[in-house]
């Protein structure tokens, strides 16, 4: 993200308090408002007179949404779920508007939560010899380098064949990268081409393809898709797409969650994007329903990291602290990132806290795409210097469905959220950073000591995993 504000766009979110029913208004109107039957629905009105105010939940109706809850309560009796259909989005010109409309909102009765939420239009055993940049992708190799995805690779699964489906959100991608081999959905909505090469170099690490050019992911087999933040209405709107993309997963599939947030209103800095109630929620019904959920920690502005446990909201309290009352676990891993180097430290950008699950590489990260840089109309493009939380969550996410499709070939079922979480921030199955107590970023798993403690699982003797240079011989089946 860049610091100059005039590169952001800005709106409000609010939430009114679930006991009230709210409706939108039947209006010929441009912008109907939310009404609640209260007197007190015409100071809201005053409020926004002028600006457009929109559902925050669009893309699933409320009886779908109402059915996805019906679903958790019968999976989790401890879920409270938000009544969604009390969230709204209204559009403002900029920084100083958005903050006198949040302000007064919060002043309402009637409204539980008024927030600003703000993006910016810029960023922020396989055979891998026919596969060129592989020997410098560190996070494949052996801890305590990298996860050992090359091990992963000797068991069925562990490439990503297999059932397991994972959802990439974000903002852009390069959708006709040589080296990539991934999916759109019906409602993904826009790739913003100022995104793409990030997108591009997150699926990269996750699904570059096993052939004569780039490198190779870490689930080269993986069914993959995108789910665009830029939903099809062409509306920024991360919550909604967690929301559209929980209605094409099943338990046990991934959602990679590649976003920060913006704290414009109060601190002025950078936390993970659940940090926004709107998007925890749509977080939490995710991994209610038993979909694995990875989020970066987020990179902090002007490369100094934020330490979670001294965020608060205003509402909310300390939701990132695990050792208060007030903490709000939303059920996703979150992700830190550390040097490539060893023995790993923190990246002075990354933030962290007792609520980082784990880490993986935040530098010199080989993939495709061209990021920081442009692509621009090639497909052919790579690079060697991704870096960020966004390398590491990509990382991680590789690393979680790795571990779910050998879960899932070997025993026919699958991890769920909170299973797949303390087995990837388990110490005894992770690389330690240098000085944990400074770094406070928690271990980088280790799918070596995953596979063969964790999932009691023994290599295949004398036996290599056999590929092709162009594609996995999907025939092949393994005892293990």
Partial sequence: MK?????????????????LRSRMQ????????????SPKSQDLSRIVRGKKVDKLFTSLTQERIDALISKVMKLDPTYHPPNFSNYYSVGCDGEIEAKEIAERFAEQDMVELAYIE???????????????????QLYLDPAPAGIDARYAWKFAGGDGQGNVKFIDIEQGWILSHEDIKVNQLPDTGWSHWQHEDHGTGVLGII????????????????????MSQWRPDGTFNTADAIIAAIDHLDFGDIILLEAQAFDILHSGNVWPVEAMDAVFQAIRLATALGMVVIEPAGNGLRRTGNDLDLFVDCKRGNIFNRSFDSFHDSGAIVVAAASSDIPHTRINY???????????CGENVVTAGFSPRSSGLDTNKYSDKFSGTSSAAAIIAGAAIAVQSIMEAKCGSRLGPAQMRDMLSNELYGTASFDSKI??????PDLKKIIDQALNFIPLPNREFQKTNKSIQGTATYTL
């Fill in 118 to 136: 703000t993006h910016s239009a810029s960023l922020p055993s396989v055979d891998t010899q026919g596969n060129p940049m592989s020997c410098y």
């Fill in 3 to 19: 610091n100059d504000r005039k590169d952001f766009a800005f709106r409000v979110v609010i939430r009114l308090h679930d006991f």
């Fill in 439 to 444: 770094d406070r970023i928690g271990v980088m």
């Fill in 26 to 37: 039947s209006s010929e109107e441009e912008n109907p408002l939310p009404v609640c039957g």
């Fill in 207 to 226: 699904i570059m393809q096993d052939n004569a050019v780039g490198g190779i992911g870490i689930t080269p087999e993986t069914k993959g898709y995108v």
């Fill in 350 to 360: 990354s933030n962290y806290g007792s609520r980082i699950d784990c880490f993986a």
